[in-house]
């Protein structure tokens, strides 16, 4: 079936726009999580959600980021009055639930933000 | 609190020659434990996971790892390195009870030479 799917693949925008970034997860499953991966450095986590609502935020970095999953399927990660510092790979990933252990999680291809 | 130290940054072999990549993690709680492989532009692909069954646990690709409590290590091992495993490989911890925020190591990046 289809794996985790993230769109767009490429963004390059300019200091300060705003962007959207969207995931599309496998269908049937409900946690669903953000990640930003820097050059040369693992993923680190943002912010996860089980269902509609966001169970975890506490990795957004500040309060220009923001996401939302309305229909507890489809999420898209908000980035305002963007900076260079946020150039980065965005991953998506979604498991069939977060429970009480760490299920496998299936990661799309990610989002190259480029900020100039 | 839990933490990952992925203690090489490049390993390089030849194809047919053994592979280790070396993990040593850090949790309050008994840790599941997970090796993922990231291909240039592929997602995240799990390798194996550790989830306080056998220590010795068997993934895809010919790829084990072996849990070690007493070295708080997760090291991952090849027989026989493949020109197609080069790749960024990344040792996952994440804590049964408490936080099921996984962390990720820093990444080892594995160079096969024919």
């Known amino acids: 079936g289809a794996g985790v799917s993230q769109t767009p693949s490429n963004k390059v925008t300019e200091k300060g726009k705003y962007v959207e970034l969207r995931c599309d997860p496998i269908?049937?499953?409900?946690?669903l999580y953000w990640y930003r991966q820097s050059l040369g450095q693992g993923p680190e986590f943002l912010i996860y959600?089980?269902?509609?609502?966001?169970?975890?935020d506490s990795g957004l970095p500040n309060d220009r980021f923001f996401a939302v999953r309305p229909e507890g399927s489809v999420s898209t990660l908000k980035i305002q009055r963007t900076e260079r510092g946020d150039s980065a790979m965005y991953l998506c990933?979604?498991?069939?639930?977060?429970?009480?252990?760490?299920?496998?999680?299936?990661f799309g291809p990610g989002t190259r933000l480029t900020v100039l | 609190a839990q933490s990952v130290t992925q203690l090489d940054s490049h390993v390089s072999v030849s194809e047919g020659t053994p592979v280790l990549l070396r993990c040593n993690y850090s949790?309050?709680?008994?840790?599941?434990l997970f090796w993922y492989v990231q291909h240039p532009n592929k997602g995240l692909q799990l390798l194996l996971k550790?989830?306080?069954?056998?220590?010795l646990v068997k993934g895809i690709n010919g790829f084990e790892a072996e849990f070690k409590k007493s070295e708080t290590s997760f090291h991952l091992t090849k027989p026989s390195a493949h020109m197609s495993d080069a790749a960024e490989y990344f040792c996952?911890?994440?804590?049964?009870?408490?936080?099921?925020?996984?962390?990720f190591g820093r990444g080892t990046s594995l160079i096969v030479h024919p």
């Open positions: 949790s309050s709680y008994s840790p599941s």
């Open positions: 959600f089980q269902g509609t609502g966001a169970a975890d």
């Open positions: 550790y989830t306080s069954a056998a220590t």
């Open positions: 269908s049937g499953h409900t946690a």
């Open positions: 990933a979604s498991s069939l639930d977060s429970g009480t252990r760490y299920n496998e999680q299936f």
């Open positions: 996952v911890v994440s804590e049964l009870e408490g936080s099921y925020i996984p962390t």
